[in-house]
């Protein structure tokens, strides 16, 4: 699980608590994280990290999950959940309800969030409770997505050789693409099947 973890500069200590908290609940769930300021869960300097964002996209593009802790105001904000929104990134963006940084959340009461992005707010020592439950329920999800179910499915010579093919053009095995297909094509796409997750 690769975590993205940002939280603009505060010249509150208590915010330096929050953030070392969060931190914390990261390394207890054995996530890789990087933060805004370029701290990161394996102490890589921060040249090799801009190295590995040279080699393809952005550092973010890599990541998991995000964690927002927004009670600052910071420019970056707007931006990191437009993108969360468009790569479809599990997000949790909070915010201390003492203080009063409305302006994100103002908009995102405009409009409707997504179900993979959840905002809460905290007050004392909440906030770790908050991330490891999100943590925990994310990477629940990336533990049922992990292939244990055999299944048999009998296809025609064709459908072989196109699979053949295209596993190899893909530089995947046949099974690890069809699963990829499925995922992406069908369940993602099923709109009565997300419906139904939503009522169990």
């Known amino acids: 699980m690769r975590v993205y973890y940002f939280q603009a500069p505060s010249d509150k200590p208590r915010f330096q608590g929050i953030r070392q908290g969060i931190l914390d609940v990261l390394d207890a769930k054995k996530a890789f994280y990087v933060t805004s300021d370029g701290m990161n869960s394996l102490d890589i300097p921060a040249a090799e990290l ?80 908050i991330v490891d439950e999100f943590l925990t329920s994310i990477m629940g ?26 596993a190899k053009q893909m530089k995947m095995t046949k099974a690890d693409f069809l699963r990829e297909q499925i995922d992406t094509q069908v369940v993602q796409r099923d709109e009565a099947y997300k419906k139904f997750l939503k009522k169990e």
């Open 141 to 166: 999800e990336e533990a049922d997505n992990e292939p244990t179910v055999k299944f048999t499915l009998r296809i025609t010579p064709s459908m072989e050789r196109y699979l053949q093919w295209k």
């Open 50 to 129: 801009e190295a590995l964002t040279e080699t393809g996209g952005s550092m973010l593009d890599k990541m998991d999950a995000l964690i927002i802790e927004g009670s600052t105001p910071d420019a970056d904000l707007g931006y990191l959940l437009a993108y969360a929104m468009s790569l479809r990134r599990p997000t949790l963006y909070l915010y201390d309800k003492d203080v009063s940084n409305r302006g994100v959340l103002k908009y995102l009461g405009d409009r409707q969030v997504p179900a993979f992005i959840q905002v809460r707010s905290y007050g004392g020592d909440q906030a770790t409770k």
